[in-house]
């Protein structure tokens, strides 16, 4: 299991190396992040052991089940996943340090709200559907910039720029589309000039797409499937699951 790992990891290490010097970038330019929804904390420390350093949730149960196992092996926490408004103290509670997949209004207003009363900041990413799929999470890339405004009023929440799941498809030029509009989107907000903005952050690829979005400007890719293993369950258990359900 660990060799397993530790193999993977150095595979991704290189596809990331390589698709950094094809685009003329420097390879410590873009950070690689675990995505480890199902992945037992057993794993994924063998993965904090041995070099990396960021590791990221889809679900707060999966986060509240590993977090005795994993507080004592240094390590940061991004959340990936749809977040429900119910489970915002938890993501303070178990020390996630960025939500990537901040979509809507409502949502950036209620972290506010917990975060200034603790006192404390956030760092965000706001997450665009840059697919159009209608069963992906994320704002419509033509309100995305509107969102980003009214978010940035927020003093709490620090935002580092935008994330997106993108296309699935074989057809790589599908796939570069989404990512180039995140692209587009990033050098939009930087136009505008946004106080308490910062655009710096494109997270963006993941297992079968890493090098497209590398090329296209990535600064963290997000990766499960290649370092761990297939998982048992379809993503669309993690990326529509609550779009059907009373919370809008
Ligand atoms: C699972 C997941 C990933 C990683 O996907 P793989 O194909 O397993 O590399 C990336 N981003 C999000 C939001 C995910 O849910």
């Given at each position: ?11 991704i ?14 390879s ?11 992945v ?33 092996t ?10 429900q ?18 979509d ?50 927020f ?11 993108g ?21 939009d907000?930087?136009?505008e000039?946004?106080?308490?903005v910062?655009?710096?952050?494109l ?17 963290i ?28």
């Amino acid at each position: 299991m660990k060799n397993n790992i530790l193999y993977n990891l150095s595979i991704i290490n290189e596809r990331i190396k390589k698709a950094c010097e094809k685009s003329g970038r420097n390879s410590d330019e873009v950070r690689l992040l675990l995505a480890v929804k199902t992945v037992s904390a057993d794993r994924i420390k063998i993965a904090l052991e041995n070099g990396q350093t960021l590791i990221a949730e889809n679900k707060v149960q999966e986060l509240k089940e590993k977090y005795e196992d994993l507080k004592n092996t240094p390590h940061e926490n991004h959340f990936i996943g749809h977040l429900q408004s119910n489970k915002i103290k938890d993501i303070l509670k178990y020390d996630v340090t960025c939500v990537q997949s901040l979509d809507r209004l409502e949502l950036a207003e209620k972290i506010h709200q917990k975060l200034l009363a603790e006192n404390r900041t956030m760092d965000v990413l706001i997450q665009v559907n840059t697919s159009n799929e209608e069963s992906k999470f994320g704002v419509d890339p033509s309100k995305a910039i509107e969102l980003t405004k009214k978010i940035s009023r927020f003093s709490t929440l620090k935002i580092k720029g935008l994330m997106t799941i993108g296309l699935f498809s074989a057809e790589t030029d599908k796939v570069r589309e989404c990512f180039k509009i995140l692209k587009n989107i990033q050098q939009d907000i930087i136009c505008e000039n946004i106080p308490n903005v910062e655009m710096k952050e494109l997270s963006m690829g993941m297992s079968g797409d890493l090098e497209t979005a590398i090329e296209e400007g990535a600064t963290i890719v997000r990766v499960g499937t290649a370092v761990f293993g297939a998982r048992i369950y379809p993503d669309s258990y993690y990326w529509d699951e609550g779009k059907t359900n009373n919370e809008a």
